[in-house]
């Protein structure tokens, strides 16, 4: 027998049974008992990729998909965080992504695991370069004193970018 529900399906009925969802916080707890989850206790852990994961009837969700199902009934094929903290599934953090604006959006650890997305130390001047990809183009967004402003260009670009 095959089951009637797609692997990247959810039932939106089932999800809002079994836990509930707080939109001010991102935090999911459960409705009803469970083995080593009483009524009431947050529920899900982190995985080794930083984002949360429930399990619910048997398989591994990602929490930041269940809570955009449990708001908006539906389950886009792909979303961002939007401030990149994988952890944080508040739905005003949420919003649906092309895999162009996913990558964008994506903190890549560079050489330096302190790195910031978009940022670049070049040694031989002493300064932090901000430069912004999409659609295979780089565009070169300055070279500043710090990263933080360095970054702070970059995030300027990218929420011009999704204006």
Known sequence: MTDPTPKT??????????????????????????PNAPVGSVAGCIGNKGYVKIR???????????AWAYVHGELPAMLDHKNRLRADNRIANL?????????QNTARLAARPLQAAGTTYIARIGKWQAQ???????????????????NAAYCRAVQEQAA
């Open 95 to 103: 919003r649906p992504a092309t895999p162009s604006l996913n990558s």
């Open 9 to 34: 399906q959810i039932d939106i009925s089932r999800l809002r049974t079994l836990l509930s969802y707080d939109a001010e916080t991102g935090v999911f707890r459960w409705r009803v008992a469970r």
């Open 132 to 150: 912004i990809t999409t659609a295979r183009r780089t565009r070169y967004l300055g070279l500043y004193p710090t990263q933080a402003e360095a």
């Open 56 to 66: 619910m009837d048997g398989r591994y969700w990602l929490a930041h998909r269940l």
